[in-house]
């Protein structure tokens, strides 16, 4: 099964002649926008309700973009967004019965996934807005709703949009405090003629590859083997910026940790790092409707929770636990 993900981003508006500042998010129109409304998030539900009855065909990314529903409340609005990619057509097969339709799907069919989405006006900071989405695989709705919200906005409050990935500057504390370390995994790329000369006939002698060194625990859910107060010197020293093991010089890394109940991926040898937290349908409690995709209160909950951890990272006031779905 595709891993699931939510991805944090924090957005801001900026008049389009004046893209350094950022405006009051609830005082738009006292801002000088052109909006007729004062409060982002009544922003954001026009947007959605504009998208709910139609869809928008975004042709150089052969992608459809539609809201499927939304709910606002105070300062949240959380929703589903239907996107899906099309352009190749499919043969679908049926796995339980082995049957096969051929041409099930054509060229201008698109395959429509449903993706959960929040967004938080926090309570002191109203400069900016918390937003987080969901993340199938490699797939997510980043690219296309910046495509259509940024023409949305622009059209009808003369405004920017600006997406910035939320960080956290505290990346060995997160290490230290959490639950469980689940994996480490370290990334060198390498030259195939290196490949090559190492390992033989099995790699060519040019292009690259990337070589994974993983460390996982032998048993599921459970800590690796490693010492916390070690690894500080080796992957959180600011200064750093590669490992040697093994003789070989490591400059990428990515360690797995458990926090709470919940699985998120921290990137190594970065004074900062983006955070993004991994769903995990049993642990989290994850119920799943008739098509395999995860139950939109469900995500709320665990979304909510994600969002007031970083909310009282940046000392605001957390909001409702309590989906709205």
């Known amino acids: 099964m595709a891993t699931h993900k939510l991805i944090p981003y924090w957005i801001h508006l900026t008049k389009k002649y004046h893209p350094e500042d950022a405006i009051q998010l609830d005082n738009l129109m006292g801002e000088g926008t052109d909006f007729s409304v004062n409060n982002l998030i009544n922003v954001v539900d026009g947007f959605c309700s504009n998208y709910k009855s139609g869809y928008e065909n975004l042709p150089k990314m052969e992608k ?123 990334t060198k790329t390498r030259s195939a003629q290196a490949l090559h000369d190492q390992l033989g006939s099995p790699f060519k002698s040019y292009g690259q590859a990337d070589e994974k060194l993983v460390f996982d625990s032998s048993t599921a859910g459970s800590n690796i083997p490693v010492n916390i107060d070690e690894m500080k010197d080796l992957f959180f020293n600011s200064e750093r910026s590669a490992v040697t093991i093994r003789d070989q010089e490591f400059a990428d890394g990515k360690l797995r940790i458990e926090d709470g109940g919940s699985q998120r991926t921290l990137s190594l040898f970065q004074e900062e790092v983006n955070m993004n937290q991994i769903l995990d349908f049993e642990k989290d409690n994850i119920d799943k409707d008739d098509q395999g995709h995860p139950d939109p209160s469900d995500l709320s909950r ?12 940046h000392n605001e006031d957390e909001i409702s636990d309590s989906p709205l779905f």
């Open 302 to 313: 665990i979304a909510r929770e994600f969002a007031n951890d970083i909310l009282e990272d």
């Open 64 to 186: 459809t973009f539609s809201i499927k529903k939304r709910k606002p409340d105070d300062n949240v609005i959380e929703g589903i967004i239907r996107t899906g990619r099309y352009g190749t057509g499919a043969d679908h097969r049926n796995v339980n019965d082995d049957s096969l339709e051929e041409g099930a799907r054509g060229a201008d069919d698109a395959v429509v996934l449903p993706y959960y989405f929040l967004l938080v006006l926090p309570s002191d900071n109203k400069k900016q807005a918390l937003l987080i989405l969901e993340k199938i695989g490699n797939l997510g709705t980043k690219m296309p709703l910046e495509e259509v919200f940024n023409d949305w906005v622009g059209k009808r409050g003369n405004c920017l949009v600006h997406y910035d990935p939320v960080v956290t500057e505290d990346l060995y504390e997160k290490v230290e405090n959490a639950d469980r370390i689940l994996s480490l995994e370290l």
